[in-house]
């Protein structure tokens, strides 16, 4: 089993910049891909961004060129840097992994979840 916990959600203003962190313990070796999701209310969860151990990443278009995914494999952490930040980017974010590759935008296909941290941006 593997375990995640997000850390580093928070209200910021717009404009602002946020870093999130998500720690795996567990059996992290086989952890192929790493990503986060989002959630706001009253809407489905999306995929925003992941990485593979390989060193590819993915991500959502309204967070290309915003928004940063890291690993630190020494650590078992991923970091998710977060600049520009606009009010629509308010949600509850969760960490993810996943054993297998391909499909990195598909939340079905993760196998690990953590327990989710908010983000909250003020216009």
């Known amino acids: 089993q593997v375990q995640l916990v997000e850390s580093g959600g928070g209200l910021v203003q717009a404009g602002g910049s946020l870093r999130l962190s998500c720690s795996a313990s567990?059996?992290?070796?086989?952890?192929?891909?790493m990503g986060w999701f989002r959630q706001a209310p009253g809407k489905e969860r999306e995929f925003v961004t992941a990485a593979t151990s390989g060193g590819s990443t993915f991500y959502v278009d309204s967070a290309k060129g915003r928004f940063t995914i890291s690993r630190d494999d020494a650590k078992n952490t991923v970091y998710l840097q977060m600049n520009s930040l606009r009010p629509e980017d308010t949600a509850v974010y969760y960490c993810a992994a996943k054993s297998s590759g391909y499909y990195y935008t598909t939340a079905g296909l993760y196998n690990y979840w953590g327990q989710g941290t908010q983000v909250t941006v003020s216009s």
């Open positions: 567990g059996r992290t070796a086989r952890l192929y891909a």
